[in-house]
């Protein structure tokens, strides 16, 4: 017996070694140390924590500690991660978002179940609630003035090019009307206080707009946010003909180069130094008094070295007032932005989000949103 235990798990550290088996079959996490002895995948600790609430699909063993059957071992090598895609990702549309570790719970858990659960993927017509063209429901959204959560009407229409909501359930008219070409959607769990929050921002007159919503069923806000990248495909096929769909896809939805707090102080540098709340959205860098408001307080553009932008760590010695320790200069062609960090890991962390965006080439219609960028104060 003891023998057959040592063979299974050579045996099974073999397998790890196959092609498609050294990463988790959900998230691509690296050297998978769980397994589903069901569906005959490897995965990571995180996804195999998912599994286990889908027991009558998953059921789950560790690779290194537990004990395996000669028979479990023998159907993971006749399956493996390799053959499980080919199997549950027969249809998946480019547009769908596949999420990697590095995302939330929500996102990874859904993924996982719309592939072996709800097999998704293998019959069309369950995509219909993100691939129609058109969603309609109920969302909890936060109050722009009051911070309270209310259910509000949404209605996403590709026809219309728009997402829509609407304060009253019986009103004829919206509340506001998000254009689909500057929409973006994505899941900000710890910021909202919600595992399922989403942030949804569009421009509005050149400045972006913030919408909080959460929903208390995971798959529906997970459906939005897939209608809401369907519909910004669709409207991106349009509008760049030929591009091709690996073309398209990065461009469907963004998450944030990088959020957190930093110190900032004004134009002419002789103001105190204020703490906000600063979210990096690829050349926007936003600032806000409080992280879930609906409107910066301002925006600076962040362009590339080519044009003159230079981000720096410290701040010129004739700076005044009090500020954190730990400082950042970024010059622009127009003047100086200065900011200080809490931490020099903050600092380092900020340099590099800063020197991301400013190492990579404009794009033809960044210029455009320069040239109307409006600096705020």
């Known amino acids: 017996m003891a023998l057959d235990k040592e063979i299974n798990k050579r045996a099974l550290q073999d397998l790890l070694r196959k092609p498609g088996n050294s990463n988790c079959v959900d998230c691509g996490a690296s050297d998978p140390d769980w ?206 003909p030929g591009a091709s769909d690996a073309d398209l896809v990065p461009k469907l939805t963004r998450n944030y180069l990088k959020e957190g707090y930093m110190e900032k102080t004004g134009p002419k540098h002789t103001e105190g130094f204020k703490k906000r709340w600063f979210t990096m959205d690829d050349r926007r860098l936003m600032y806000f008094k409080d992280p879930l408001d609906a409107y910066a307080r301002g925006e600076v553009f962040i362009g590339s070295k080519e044009n003159s932008y230079v981000v720096k760590p410290g701040l010129p010695p004739s700076t005044q007032g009090y500020h954190w320790q730990h400082g950042i200069t970024i010059v622009t062609p127009d003047r100086k932005f200065l900011f200080a960090c809490e931490t020099e890991q903050d600092q380092v962390a900020w340099i590099a989000a800063f020197q991301k965006v400013i190492n990579r080439p404009m794009l033809p219609q960044e210029y455009a949103v320069e040239a109307h960028f409006k600096h705020k104060p």
């Open 35 to 240: 397994a589903s002895f069901t569906l005959g995948v490897f995965i990571c600790l995180n996804c195999s924590a998912i599994h286990r609430n889908i027991p009558q699909i998953s059921k789950v063993k560790s690779v290194s500690i537990d004990a395996w059957e000669t028979a479990e071992v023998e159907f993971m090598g006749s399956t493996g991660n390799n053959a499980a895609k080919a199997e549950y990702e027969q249809k998946v549309p480019p547009f769908y978002y596949t999420p990697t570790f590095a995302d939330c719970q929500l996102l990874r858990e859904q993924w996982i179940r719309a592939r072996y659960e709800r097999k998704e993927f293998v019959h069309i017509d369950k995509q219909e609630p993100y691939s129609a063209g058109y969603r309609e429901g109920f969302l909890w959204k936060r109050g722009r003035d009051n911070g309270q959560f209310l259910s509000r009407k949404f209605i996403l229409s590709e026809r219309e090019g728009a997402l829509k909501y609407f304060n009253k359930h019986d009103a004829r008219d919206p509340k506001a009307i998000m254009k689909i070409e500057s929409l973006n959607a994505t899941f900000q769990p710890s910021k909202i206080g919600n595992p399922n929050g989403l942030q949804i921002t569009y421009l509005k007159d050149n400045s972006t707009r913030n919408i909080f919503v959460h929903h208390e069923d995971g798959k529906e806000i997970v459906d939005w946010f897939n209608a809401i990248r369907a519909a910004r495909f669709h409207y991106l096929q349009v509008a760049f």
